[in-house]
């Protein structure tokens, strides 16, 4: 006679397929998260860059000047835009999509190897994001020059070319 132990440990070992694409959506979702909450840290991080710049290259106004210099209005520009960008590349990452549910494609597409596949490129975003924000730790509101976003912007595109192929290749497995 088969105890009930017996039989839950022959039912999880049924299901454990099952229960391995349950751990990869979930993995993925976390993994997502974890690169969402790098990127938000990034633009946190570039909000404080502002204000400390703001606070130590606009100075009051007084009636000969009553708008701070051109290229500081550009730099603060800049960062304004910068943390923009970087909050939509955010914003993208966690909401990226991931195959829905649906045991008629499951007889189509090999669901697990595109979530195995999807969470691959999600480590990829993790480690892309963090040296975004690394990069832009490394910025000094003090050594603001021309081009100083430049590090920032090549890691920036580098995420969002890993983003696109993400994507792509998600479409490519679903259809």
Not at 25 to 54: C, F, K, P, S, T
Not at 114 to 124: A, G, R
Not at 131 to 142: C, F, H, S, T, Y
Request: aromatic share 6%; hydrophobic share 40%.
């Amino acid at each position: 006679m088969e105890g009930v132990a017996e039989k839950l440990r022959r039912l999880l070992d049924c299901n454990d397929l099952y229960r391995l694409k349950g751990r990869l959506r979930a993995d993925d979702l976390l993994v997502r998260n974890r690169a969402g909450a790098e990127l938000q840290a990034a633009g946190n991080m570039v909000r404080d860059l502002a204000g400390r710049y703001h606070l130590g290259f606009v100075p009051p106004s007084t009636r000969e000047n009553p708008f701070p210099a051109p290229e500081v209005t550009r730099t603060l520009a800049e960062l304004d835009h910068l943390e923009r960008d970087v909050s939509d590349v955010e914003t993208s990452i966690r909401g990226q999509a991931v195959p829905g549910r649906d045991r008629v494609w499951d007889a189509v597409r090999d669901e697990l190897g595109t979530l195995d596949l999807l969470l691959q490129f999600d480590l990829l975003l993790i480690t892309q994001a963090q040296e975004v924000r690394e990069e832009v730790g490394k910025l000094d509101a003090a050594a603001l020059s021309p081009g100083w976003d430049r590090g920032v912007r090549e890691k920036l595109n580098r995420l969002k070319a890993t983003l696109k192929d993400r994507s792509a290749q998600l479409e490519y497995q679903v259809f």
